[in-house]
């Protein structure tokens, strides 16, 4: 029925490029072949969220700040209530020091959330009903582990990911929490990727895992790589 019908949701990808000093640091890491495969992949991700994580040298330009700065600066003119999904790494991105909520250029006034592993239940269910109480703006970040499926934040009018996640169901989980029967309004959705970065790589290996999730849900033969892929553990 009309009544049961859902909102629109905008999904859309915010693309930027890395400049300059970061650029050089980012193709150091990238060639440097005394750094293991896994931990060069961890540094590259890290590096790209917040330079300060890896090279605390000063003035090193974060491009992906930068891009998502305003990008947040856009959904506060156009409403009220933003939540965002940090994935994978919170210290040095959404906890710590030097994190990423001191460069985004948040406007006084606005309440800032923050919601991961050390945060109660009892907190977690404040800040939801607060998001949906709060007079004035509010942007919640959210690590991505610890996106509950009871919670619900679709008194939120955007949700963004500031990374993703390692496959495509855990952000539909995500994107869940605010695009949700009960929402009332249409809602914004972007996801934040590096040109030419390994956050394109991983964007690329996300869409064809769950194409060869579901070509074996069909019955449909599967490629030896998507074998491959089926068989990688998360």
């Known amino acids: 029925s009309e009544s049961l019908k859902m909102p629109e949701l905008d999904e859309t990808t915010t693309s930027y490029n890395l400049?300059?000093?970061?650029?050089?640091?980012?193709?150091?890491?990238?060639?440097?072949?005394?750094?293991?495969?896994a931990s060069k992949l961890q540094i590259l991700r890290q590096f790209l969220l917040n330079p300060d994580i890896v090279d605390p040298t000063p003035g090193i330009f974060g491009s992906k700040i930068e891009s998502f700065s305003q990008l947040l600066s856009?959904?506060?003119?156009?409403?009220?209530?933003?939540?965002?999904?940090?994935?994978?790494?919170?210290?040095?991105?959404?906890?710590?020091?030097?994190?990423?909520?001191?460069?985004?250029?948040?406007?006084?006034?606005?309440?800032?959330?923050?919601?991961?592993?050390?945060?109660?239940?009892e907190d977690r269910l404040r800040i939801q009903n607060e998001l949906r109480e709060h007079d004035g703006?509010?942007?919640?970040?959210?690590?991505?582990?610890?996106?509950?499926?009871?919670?619900?934040?679709?008194?939120?009018?955007?949700?963004?990911?500031?990374?993703?996640?390692?496959?495509?169901?855990?952000?539909?989980?995500?994107?869940?929490?605010?695009?949700?029967?009960g929402v009332e309004h249409d809602i914004e959705s972007s996801t934040s990727i590096g040109k030419g970065t390994i956050e394109e790589g991983i964007n690329r290996y996300i869409?064809?895992?769950?194409?060869?999730?579901?070509?074996?849900?069909?019955g449909i033969p599967t490629t030896e790589i998507e074998k491959q892929l089926l068989e990688h553990d998360d």
Not at 77 to 101: H, Q, S, W, Y
């Open 19 to 37: 400049q300059g000093l970061e650029k050089d640091i980012y193709e150091e890491i990238l060639n440097d072949d005394e750094i293991p495969s």
């Open 207 to 218: 869409i064809a895992k769950e194409r060869a999730i579901l070509k074996l849900l069909k």
């Open 74 to 121: 856009h959904r506060l003119e156009k409403g009220d209530k933003a939540v965002i999904f940090a994935n994978d790494f919170t210290n040095g991105v959404i906890r710590g020091e030097n994190t990423i909520l001191q460069k985004l250029n948040i406007p006084e006034g606005v309440k800032i959330e923050i919601i991961d592993g050390p945060i109660s239940q």
């Open 137 to 181: 703006k509010m942007v919640v970040f959210v690590s991505g582990q610890t996106a509950d499926v009871g919670v619900d934040f679709s008194a939120a009018d955007s949700v963004d990911f500031y990374n993703e996640p390692w496959s495509k169901f855990n952000k539909r989980q995500q994107l869940a929490r605010v695009y949700r029967p």
